[in-house]
C-alpha cells in the first residue's frame, strides 16, 4: 500500500478519539482528514485518492449506519470501516450487509484498527482500477464506427 497518497477519513464525536486515531493513522504514514460530525463530511472536499472512512456508529444527528446509506445514495463509495463501544449483532450485519469492510468494538487494539484500515483502502484501490480499465475500455469503444449496411 502507497500510504503517502491514501487517505483515512476519521468521523468522530469524541476529540479524544479523533486524536489518537489521527496519530495513529499518521504513523503509518497515511494522510488523515478528522471530522466531528457527518454533516462535516457531506460538506468536505475529500481528495480523489484511495482511501476509506473510520466511522463511529454512534452520532449526534445521524447515525453511522445512516450515514453509511446516504453516502451510498450520493455516490460516494469510499469503503467503511465501523467501530463502536455499543454494538450489538443486528448492527454489526446491518453494516457489513451495507459494504463495511469490518466493524471493530471500543476498545481495539491499534492493530485491529491499522489492519481494517489497510484492508479498506486496499478495496478501494482495486475499485478504483476496475473503473479506469472499464471507462477505458467504454471510451475505445465509442471510438468504433458502426459496420457498414450492405
Known sequence: MNSSTSLAVVVD???AVRAALDSLLRSIGLQTQVL???AELLQAALPDVPGCIVLDVRLPGISGLDLQDQL???GIHLPIVFMTG???IPMTVR????GAVDFL???FRDQDMLDAVSAAIERDRQRRQQSAARDSLDSRYATLTPPSGR
Open 13 to 15: 464525536d469524541d476529540p
Open 86 to 88: 455499543h454494538g450489538d
Open 36 to 38: 466531528g460530525s457527518p
Open 105 to 107: 468494538s471500543k476498545p
Open 72 to 74: 451510498a445514495a450520493q
Open 95 to 98: 453494516a457489513m450487509k451495507a
